[in-house]
T-cell receptor, first 114, second 116 residues
Framework: AQKVTQAQTEISVVEKEDVTLDCVYE???????LFWYKQPPSGELVFLIR??????QNEISGRYSWNFQKSTSSFNFTITASQVVDSAVYFC???????????FGRGTSLIVHP | DSGVTQTPKHLITATGQRVTLRCSPR?????VYWYQQSLDQGLQFLIQ???????AKGNILERFSAQQFPDLHSELNLSSLELGDSALYFC???????????????FGQGTRLTVV
């Protein structure tokens, strides 16, 4: 069975602070995909990144960066110099390699204060 | 804009009623996934269709059913509605990766169902 744990229910920061959202996963699959999605107050789910289990390279996209560590089964997400527009619920998800049916974590609500 | 269209955006209905949620996938995507997001259960996978056929089933109640039509749009039918069915229902459509599997999906804006 697959499981995704986002231990941080809510994080509150002040604008320009860096913030890291934690994601720990469990799977018996050797091939799998990890995802991060953003859900702003408007409600839609916005795809941010996909990472396959064979690619442990960290990725940076603008102010966003992701740290994938198989040894600790973690796929953490860092926002540098946070902005008010980053306020949203962020979901980490895991799917088996054969098909896209992800198991989602419970989400971390990020509140960025001006 | 993800390219996945869901209608209606909001729906309010009474207990015991039946509703139909509609999803139009992204152009070229053959897979459609339905998810339910509620406060107590989080995001739960309900069902997947691929090119008109049911491909995978998750935590979908017997009162719920879905289908995918030849033009690839999909409908999720919810019947004998209960207060606990109030939730945000998402549709996602799958992009083909290498091989036959979908390696990512893009979500619609969701339909917020309120059962009163």
């Amino acid at each position: 069975a697959q499981k995704v744990t986002q231990a941080q229910t809510e994080i509150s920061v002040v604008e320009k602070e860096d913030v890291t959202l934690d994601c720990v996963y469990e799977t018996r699959d050797t091939t799998y995909y990890l995802f991060w999605y953003k859900q702003p107050p408007s409600g839609e789910l916005v795809f941010l990144i996909r990472r396959n289990s064979f690619d442990e390279q960290n990725e940076i996209s603008g102010r966003y960066s992701w740290n994938f560590q198989k040894s600790t089964s973690s796929f953490n997400f860092t926002i540098t110099a946070s902005q008010v527009v980053d306020s949203a619920v962020y979901f980490c998800a895991l799917s088996p390699g054969g098909s896209y049916i992800p198991t989602f974590g419970r989400g971390t609500s990020l509140i960025v204060h001006p | 804009d993800s390219g996945v269209t869901q209608t209606p955006k909001h729906l309010i209905t009474a207990t015991g009623q039946r509703v139909t949620l509609r999803c139009s996938p992204r152009s070229g995507d053959l897979s459609v996934y339905w998810y339910q997001q509620s406060l107590d259960q989080g995001l739960q996978f309900l069902i997947q269709y691929y090119n008109g056929e049911e491909r995978a089933k998750g935590n979908i109640l017997e009162r719920f059913s879905a289908q995918q039509f030849p033009d690839l749009h999909s409908e999720l039918n919810l019947s004998s509605l209960e207060l606990g069915d109030s939730a945000l229902y998402f549709c996602a459509s799958g992009r083909k990766g290498r091989g036959l599997s979908d390696t990512e999906a893009f979500f619609g804006q969701g339909t917020r169902l309120t059962v009163v």
